[in-house]
């Protein structure tokens, strides 16, 4: 008998030697490559903005809705909006302009 193991015992443990020493190299290499975990923790941040975008958003539709409930149902905010963002008076009102 010879002192060296057989070709098929070789085989049996070299393959899964080899991934092992496969994945210990390229795994670290596809994590800190650009597409990675840099890409990773920019999706991250970009998400987070996102997020609290749209809660500003939603925030803003919820008062424009209450806004336009308000000009549907209250002739107050009607007559608000018509002196304030249009210049409107009521008839025999008088308007004074000051110079700042």
Request: proline content about 6%; hydrophobic content about 40%; aromatic content about 4%.
């Amino acid at each position: 008998m010879s002192s060296s193991p057989e070709p098929r015992t070789r085989a049996v443990w070299l393959l899964p030697f080899s991934l092992l020493v496969i994945a210990v190299v390229a795994v670290p290499v596809r994590i800190l490559d650009e597409a990675g975990l840099p890409r990773y923790r920019r999706l991250e941040t970009q998400l987070h903005e996102v997020r609290a975008q749209n809660e500003r958003l939603g925030r803003d539709v919820h008062a424009l809705r209450r806004e336009v409930e308000g000009l549907r149902h209250d002739p107050e905010a009607v007559e608000r909006v018509a002196r304030d963002e249009l210049g409107m008076i009521r008839e025999g009102e008088l308007v004074f302009q000051f110079s700042e």
